[in-house]
DNA sequence: CAGGAAAAGTGCGTGCACGCAAGTTTGCGT
DNA sequence: ACGCAAACTTGCGTGCACGCACTTTTCCTG
């Protein structure tokens, strides 16, 4: 049911894009991120430019997603593992924080190299949207009585309160101003660890899950 | 307070934003949106197109924005206006409901236009994004005893609940398969008033508003 | 097992975003 | 008033995203 047939096909276009994202992310670790053009990337991964980019929309993307991989699939596997009876912000929060935090060594010095880059950081933030979709698909599942779009606006908020809390612990300080973030008098200085940002992030959204989920099991 | 000093520059800068605006919908609207190029909005605007991307990243952005206009400070200055007696999650709802269904006339054909355009529907959704900073910022000051991420948070929660709305208003039924949204056997069909769908999608997030505002005033 | 439809890959051309290094205007201090 | 410094504009060059039309590969069905 998971793999009804994987099919030749499907086979050889994950292969490609397995090897483009290899590709990217060595390239980009030997010389610097800004020495690697699309068409060393074609190359090193034996497909034309043209193909490239059927695949990632930017360079960067490339990189990153050697990083990313299928963490959204990940997220929601988690969430989906968890049992129904533990509240369903908790076990969102749980499975965001289990799947971030476990980063295999390599995955560690890549995170160091997108740190260096404004333009690769902007494309990580960015990749945090990608887990909206199966986010919903989860928690539509155990909220099927809710309003129709209850559960994207909950998996949205998620992803948006996960970009929050990457941004943050990115940027330990941002030296110019936040554009409006220096509201009411004191100067926000968040750092700490990244499940503590990502707990942080994530605590406020939890009476939304709550009370979603006992208008379907009052 | 408001406007301490306007200054020469600045009033300059703006004058060429609002050409580049006006031109870029004019030309669109004449011809169709693909037969405008970068350099024709510059021309009509009277600058180089080189410094027509200094305003705008991308040629959408220019003809969205002169739809889009400042709703962002708008939607803050009406959430502002309204009195701290009321609840925030309904202060935040009216006023968004407030600034996207007060559309005047000539707003109301380039939105005809936009919906045309799969490019500038997106670069429209992409333009909600945007109330978040203000929003964060007036949220922040009704909020003042809360943890510091909790503003952002929210704010971004309602800038992708409103992106959320916008997007099923804009596409009544979305032929495709909606990438995993038919979770739990039924499809969904929301269609409605824009005011109704932005409500909607706003409500789930009321809960998270309540227990933040709690927070601060027990 | 053939034949044809659908999908993936490719070559080419066009317009664009953006860095860089001038040139030009605005604003401010002495 | 003068001139300097910062902000804004502009020309140029490079790499890139993406549409289009065409070839090659994969898959399905009679």
């Known amino acids: 049911m998971t793999t009804p047939r994987p099919g030749l096909r499907e086979r050889k276009k994950q292969a490609t894009r397995e090897a483009l994202r290899e590709a990217a992310l060595r390239l980009a670790v030997e010389r610097g991120p800004d020495q690697v053009r699309v068409e060393d990337i074609a190359e090193a991964a034996g ?13 960067e993307q490339a990189i990153v997603s050697a990083v990313t991989a299928d963490r959204e699939a990940r997220i929601a596997a988690a969430v989906a593992a968890r ?20 980063a295999g060594e390599r995955e560690q010095r890549a995170l160091l190299l997108i740190t260096t880059q404004s ?6 933030l960015d ?26 606006v909950l998996a949205a908020s998620v992803a948006a309160a996960v970009r929050i809390a990457l941004e943050s612990w990115l940027r330990p300080a941002q030296n110019a101003e936040t554009a409006g973030s220096r509201a009411a008098g ?27 989920e006992q208008h379907t099991q009052p």
Chains 1, 2 share one sequence.
């Open 127 to 152: 990749a945090t949207a990608d887990i909206e979709p199966p986010l919903t698909a989860v928690i539509a599942e155990r909220l099927d009585g809710a309003e129709a779009h209850t559960a994207r």
């Open 47 to 59: 497909v034309s430019p043209r193909t490239y980019n059927n695949y990632f929309a930017s360079r």
């Open 186 to 212: 004191g100067l926000v200085v968040p750092s700490g660890s990244l499940s503590g940002q990502l707990r942080a992030a994530l605590a406020p959204l939890a009476p939304a899950f709550d009370a979603a």
């Open 83 to 102: 049992s129904a009876e533990v509240r369903l912000a908790d076990a969102v929060t749980e499975a965001v924080v289990e799947q971030y935090t476990n």
């Open 119 to 124: 333009a690769l950081r902007d494309a990580f």
